[in-house]
Nanobody
Framework: VQLQASGGGLVQPGGSLRLSCAAS????????MGWYRQAPGERRELVAS???????VHIDAVKGRFTISGDFAKNTVYLQMNSLRPEDTAVYYC?????????WGQGTQVTVSS
């Protein structure tokens, strides 16, 4: 199973980006999908997650600005990021979790700068 993340880039403060992540290879049968981020010199942190049985969860730092959504049938997860701030600058990683294991995407760089 491979996860391919895309959609990162350079954006000015206040701008928007939409990250996408899709799984390929063997059937994953994911139960949980999420996005993490890691800024330089910082630990990787959970940004948002969604499961088959519960609604999306976002950390306080991104509530009202970011929205996670996903299609479990297609093993695809998205992160809509609005009103971006310089402190959102990080490498963003997608994650899919299933009974068979946990899979990570390769990371996509998001840089918020004027």
């Amino acid at each position: 199973v491979q996860l391919q993340a895309s959609g990162g880039g350079l954006v000015q403060p206040g701008g928007s980006l939409r990250l996408s992540c899709a799984a390929s290879g063997s059937s994953v049968g994911s139960n949980v999908m999420g996005w993490y981020r890691q800024a330089p010199g910082e630990r990787r942190e959970l940004v948002a997650s969604i499961t088959r049985t519960s609604g999306p969860v976002h950390i306080d730092a991104v509530k009202g600005r970011f929205t996670i959504s996903g299609d479990f049938a297609k093993n695809t997860v998205y992160l809509q990021m609005n009103s971006l701030r310089p402190e959102d600058t990080a490498v963003y990683y997608c994650l899919l979790g299933s009974a068979g294991g946990t899979y990570w995407g390769q990371g996509t760089q998001v840089t918020v700068s004027s």
